[in-house]
């Protein structure tokens, strides 16, 4: 199958600090999953960027770089890193990282509404200088504030043709890192705007863009769930996106997945995957996590 694998930044980061500080042990053990699944599947591999472009900015502060900007310098840090394991791993120079722009409307709703948290948990002190000296917007969240951005709605990824053409190459694609380097187009000419994207949405458009079989969303929990948090939670096996509409699923950070994971099988009429890192090759089996089909298939439970 040609498949997009995206994953969470967190999956690479060290969780022992708030710094975005790459935990190279996990790199390599993201790696030697890709790699696995390279022995059955052509890749295309997308990567959150989260912690690491809020730190970034944090350094940034007198410099007042866009977001835009930032968004480059991480998406290409971490490919290196990922990149660079992976070969080095399979002992094989199959690996491409590749700058993604993505184009955004500079119309979008989201830029007069900043919801994407990005960087640390700030105290609140710190918080409110940062917010008047620099014109940031803030969230309340457990332990402090945490800086917000705009994350507009990506339309096309300017760089899928070259995507495409790698992968008929044979290479594993790292690419759209972060959801991509936010562009806008204006007379036939693009330019950088200060967003993030959410990384999700880009797998989902840009895998509907190269007409991959199957979207792969990891993260940190087994599956969806109904009802979560309560004791009638349940873990869906394999579920329609029609029968998504009306479930009481959990929120938060799994919402933009499961709204990623509906636009493309509606589109494609392919199949979507959630669940964690270490069982991406079981989840892409349909023996773990959840998988979300077409139509309005009634949920298959755990």
């Not at 410099?63 to 835009?68: G, H, R, V, W």
């Not at 509906?262 to 996590?289: D, K, N, W, Y």
């Amino acid at each position: 199958m040609k498949v997009l694998v995206a994953i969470g930044g967190n999956a690479l980061t060290d969780s022992n600090n708030q710094q975005g500080q790459i935990d190279q042990s996990k790199v390599n053990a993201v790696a030697r999953t890709l790699i696995e699944l390279e022995q059955e599947h052509t890749l295309v591999i997308t990567h959150g960027n989260g912690p690491q472009v809020g730190w970034l900015a944090m350094q940034e502060v007198e410099a007042n770089m866009s977001m835009d900007l930032l968004d480059a310098q991480s998406e290409g840090l971490l490919g290196y890193r990922l990149a660079q394991a992976m070969d080095n791993c399979r002992q094989a120079e199959r690996t491409v990282t590749l700058l993604t722009r993505v184009e955004v409307d500079p119309a979008d709703p989201a830029f007069s509404n900043p919801t994407k948290p990005i960087g640390p948990v700030l105290e609140e002190e710190r918080a409110g200088r940062l917010g008047r000296q620099q014109g940031w917007q803030f969230t309340a969240v457990a332990g402090g504030r945490r800086r917000v951005v705009a994350a507009p709605q990506p339309i096309r990824a300017v760089e899928a043709r070259a995507i495409a053409s790698l992968s008929k190459q044979g290479y594993s694609v790292i690419c759209a890192g972060g959801g991509g380097i936010p562009v806008v187009k204006e007379h036939d000419r693009y330019r950088g705007i200060s967003a993030v994207i959410d990384k999700d949405h880009t797998s989902a458009l840009l895998a509907a863009e190269l007409e991959l079989d199957a979207l792969l969303l990891l993260t940190n929990v087994e599956a969806l769930y109904y009802d979560w948090g309560k004791p009638s939670a349940r873990a869906i096996r394999r579920v329609g996106c029609q029968s998504l509409k009306s479930a009481g699923l959990q929120q938060g950070s799994m919402a933009p997945k499961v709204e990623a994971a509906c636009r493309f099988v509606g589109s494609t009429g392919g199949f979507a995957g959630i669940g964690p890192l270490t069982e991406a090759h079981a989840i892409l089996q349909g023996e773990q996590g959840t998988r979300i089909v077409a139509g309005n298939l009634a949920a298959e439970w755990w």
